[in-house]
Nanobody
Framework: QVQLAESGGGLVQAGGSLRLSCAASGRTFSIYAMGWFRQAPGKEREFVSYINWSRGNTIYADSVKGRFTISRGNAQNTVYLQMNNLKPEDTAVYFC???????????????????WGQGTQVTVSS
């Protein structure tokens, strides 16, 4: 199994910044990629960003491109999401996720990820 734990959420004014972190433990050697998703009230879980666990290539949703940056920690058991120029529409619960080899769905689909953190709330006020 893989365990994921997010942290770093909070309340910030529009235009501000937050840095989310996700610590992975357990069978981390089985991870192919890590992803960030978010879910606002009444909406389905939305893809935010992706990073390949070993190669480091990254992908971003159009809604956050140019504002958010996903990166790996030096020990490579942690993934970060640096969020700049936050907007009220970024308000959501943010989830860290792990994608294993042989995933049956695409990287931008929640169904393409095998393990999930508990989520961390990000609230952006106007």
């Amino acid at each position: 199994q893989v365990q994921l734990a997010e942290s770093g959420g909070g309340l910030v004014q529009a235009g501000g910044s937050l840095r989310l972190s996700c610590a992975a433990s357990g069978r981390t050697f089985s991870i192919y990629a890590m992803g960030w998703f978010r879910q606002a009230p009444g909406k389905e879980r939305e893809f935010v960003s992706y990073i390949n666990w070993s190669r480091g290539n990254t992908i971003y949703a159009d809604s956050v491109k140019g504002r958010f940056t996903i990166s790996r920690g030096n020990a490579q058991n942690t993934v970060y999401l640096q969020m700049n120029n936050l907007k009220p529409e970024d308000t959501a619960v943010y989830f860290c996720s792990a994608r294993l080899l042989g995933a049956q769905h695409e990287y931008y689909e929640a169904k393409g990820y095998d393990y999930w953190g508990q989520g961390t709330q990000v609230t952006v006020s106007s």
